[in-house]
């Protein structure tokens, strides 16, 4: 609430304005919008508005009004009147209460009910009104201050239903039910059958539209806590004022109105988790939508959850192949590390991690793809692709397309982590990728001034970047006395025209451990993948590396940079020294091998194999036109006659003396 606002509030506390006049204004407003309206419109004249005010309200307000037309206080006069009521409610120790009802309650009954109340607040008098909602089927529903009594036949028969719903699951036997089990369990319920009561900590809505609710009451609420609104559809709790909350609907508002109740769930929002989400591809939420039936939860993971502390994580120093040569070789990516993909639209940043999972075929690692804010059809493209090349068997997709509300693309990257997290406890090693965080970003940006928040830089409210670092931070390898798992992320990040120095690439670039840039121009000259090799960095570098890449790759950064930096001084020389030249040949043929065709990964072996070759002159006399068939043949005949040498890399991954001979020798025996 403004300061203005305050004053308005404190100068109604000392006029001690009366509950009936207030009541009177507030209905003017409900009748006749056009009345705040026209006190809000700057067009119309103080002089004016008072006398418009002196005609309509209550003449102990006459003053009060003016003062808040002329303070321009119209849009939050509903929220200074509930809370001068409020106040006015503590100070005569009274209390408000609604009761919802079927059939009517006797005098005895009511009397009983009062006394309750005042008993239960302590309070001196109590103010109840009575509603009568067939809804509820039979019994009442009691709201008084913050707290619920729900002693509906309705909860109680939803009651009945989950407990029948929890019993049938336990009494399935594979995929069939047990119909004399169910009729059983049926029967019980029945038997058993008593209207439940209890209470619970509820609010009503004051504002709702856009699919955020305003909700006043649930003063004990958490941040981020799910709650349920009296249509059945949920919300997670984004802010928290003084006087009310405000609520982010997970679903449709059809049904809601300003008045329908809320009430807490007293936990935060999470997701239901099983080994059954492998293959399957579901909504921000959990729930499948690949048409292939029920995913059973084993457990309930959080969305939000702590990152790992210090003590609990160890170095990263186990490799996570790419299977793309210009990244294993040059930007090494660790189990547990934060790699961003970064680069304009259509630059190659989905191939890049879509050939990453392709490559865990047989490595042992699970995979979580988030696509957030993204084409169904493009989803679809990636799932088809995740098939094909039988990559599905060990990934989960997490979906909230572009089409779904900014609350579901919100929660979408946490909801794929909490999955991922799952696994992790369970001393797996998983991969995340996140596409993209730009998405993330606006979907956040679009909530959040919804939500009212003041925006900071480029109209992003202030607090973006700690939503992206405790969503990367959960990144980590644990160690052995914490299961030992790892959890690998690989977020996306799209710039506009390759600008990196934008708000939120530079934000994420300072969270992650190195960032792979992608080029626009690169990828048009044919470049694939178009990774530009001076901006591109991994901070864990050398110790995410096998001994044998580590050795074969050499000084192959540098070369190429070497290249780069020859290339454009020798564009326009007409004769070059034949060092120059050959330093020239060499780095066009390095440029030609890394190119790599999609969904095409290089295993270890070959990655090794080709960087020792490259870097050791084996391949000065092929011209770079051939050597993309000559290095196809290559590798063919080594899988036929070196296969020694393949085990020997692969189960060793150290590249001896002994062992770079037999590379030199079976290469050379393919030329001849």
């Known amino acids: ?29 409900s009748a006749c919008p056009d009345v705040k309206d026209t006190l809000a419109n700057p067009l119309i004249t103080y002089d004016e508005k008072r006398i418009a005010i002196k005609q309509i309200f209550p003449k102990a307000l006459e003053r009060s009004m003016a003062n808040a037309a002329k303070s321009g206080l119209m849009e939050e006069i509903d929220d200074v009147f509930e809370a001068y009521l409020d106040a006015l409610h503590e100070k005569q120790k009274s209390i408000k209460a609604v009761v919802r009802y079927v059939t009517p309650l006797t005098e005895n009954q009511q009397a009983e009910l009062r006394r309750f109340i005042m008993e239960k607040f302590t309070k001196e008098d109590v103010d109840i009104e ?41 009494s399935v036997s594979g995929s069939t039910f047990k119909p ?18 209890g209470a619970s900590e509820t609010g009503f809505i004051i504002r709702l539209g856009d699919g955020i609710a305003r909700v006043r009451g649930m003063s004990g609420v958490m941040y981020g806590e799910l709650v349920e609104f009296e249509t059945g559809v949920r919300g997670i709790v984004q802010n928290i004022e003084d006087n009310s909350v405000g609520i982010v609907l997970l679903g449709d508002d059809y049904g809601l109105t300003e008045g329908s109740t809320v009430v807490r769930t007293c936990k935060r929002a999470g997701i239901g988790v099983s080994d059954e989400l492998l293959g ?96 169904s059809s493009t989803v ?30 919100y929660i979408c990257p946490y909801s794929a ?24 970003a606006v979907a956040y940006r679009a909530m959040s001034l919804l939500l009212h928040r003041p925006p900071g830089r480029e109209a992003y409210p202030g607090d973006v970047f700690y939503l992206h670092s405790r969503l990367l931070e959960r990144s980590s390898r644990l160690d052995d006395e914490h299961g030992g798992g790892s959890l690998t992320a690989l977020p996306i990040i799209e710039t506009l025209a390759g600008d990196i120095s934008a708000y939120i690439p530079t934000n994420v670039i300072s969270i992650t451990d190195g960032q792979i840039f992608l080029e626009s121009e690169l990828f048009n000259s ?16 050398g110790a995410a590396q096998t001994k044998a890449m580590k050795k074969a790759a050499g000084n192959l ?80 005949y080594i899988n036929s006659y070196g296969q020694d040498i393949v085990t020997e890399i692969e189960e060793n991954r150290v590249l001896t003396d002994d062992l770079m001979e037999r590379i030199e020798r079976i290469v050379t025996a393919f030329e001849e």
């Open 280 to 375: 399957r591809v579901v909504d921000a939420l959990g729930s499948p939508i690949d048409g292939l039936g029920q995913i059973h939860a084993e457990d309930y993971f959080p969305i939000e959850r702590e990152a790992p502390g210090v003590i609990e994580r160890k170095s990263v120093n186990v490799p996570l192949q790419t299977g793309i040569l210009a990244i294993d070789s040059m930007f090494p990516i660790g189990r547990g590390q934060r790699e961003l993909i970064i680069g304009d639209r259509q630059t190659g940043k989905t191939s890049i991690a879509i050939d990453t999972i392709i490559n865990q075929k047989g490595q042992d690692v699970i995979c979580v793809y988030a696509a957030i804010g993204q084409k």
């Open 557 to 636: 950064r540098i070369d190429l940079a070497q290249f780069k930096e020859m290339e454009i001084f020798t564009q326009f020389s007409s004769e070059l020294d034949p060092a120059t030249s050959e330093l020239l040949a060499h780095g066009r043929m390095l440029t030609e091998m890394l190119k790599q065709p999609l969904y095409n990964p290089r295993p270890h072996y070959e990655q090794v194999i080709l960087l020792y070759a490259a870097q050791h002159g084996l391949f000065k006399h092929v011209t770079p036109k051939e050597l993309k068939e000559y290095i196809s043949e290559l590798m063919s």
């Open 130 to 170: 009575y509603k009568h909602d067939p809804d509820i089927i039979g019994g009442f529903i009691l709201n008084a201050g913050d707290v619920e009594f729900d002693r509906s036949y309705r909860t109680s028969l939803r009651s009945i239903r989950e407990n029948l719903r929890q019993k049938a699951n336990e």
């Open 1 to 29: 609430m403004r300061d203005t606002a305050k004053e308005f509030l404190n100068e109604l506390v000392r006029l001690n304005i009366s509950r009936e006049d207030i009541e009177t204004a507030k209905g003017i407003f």
């Open 180 to 197: 004399k089990d169910i009729i059983s369990v049926l029967k019980t319920e029945i038997k058993d059958f008593e209207v439940r009561s």
């Open 380 to 409: 679809a493209q990636v799932v088809n692709t995740l098939k094909k090349y039988g990559a599905m068997d060990y990934s989960v997709v997490v979906s909230a397309s572009a089409s779904e509300p900014a609350p579901f693309q």
């Open 526 to 541: 044919g470049q694939r993948p178009a990774v530009n090799y001076g901006l591109s960095v991994s901070r864990v570098g």
């Open 417 to 440: 982590t909490a999955i991922a997290e799952y696994f992790m406890s369970k001393g797996k090693d998983v991969l995340i990728v996140y596409d993209d965080l730009s998405k993330h």
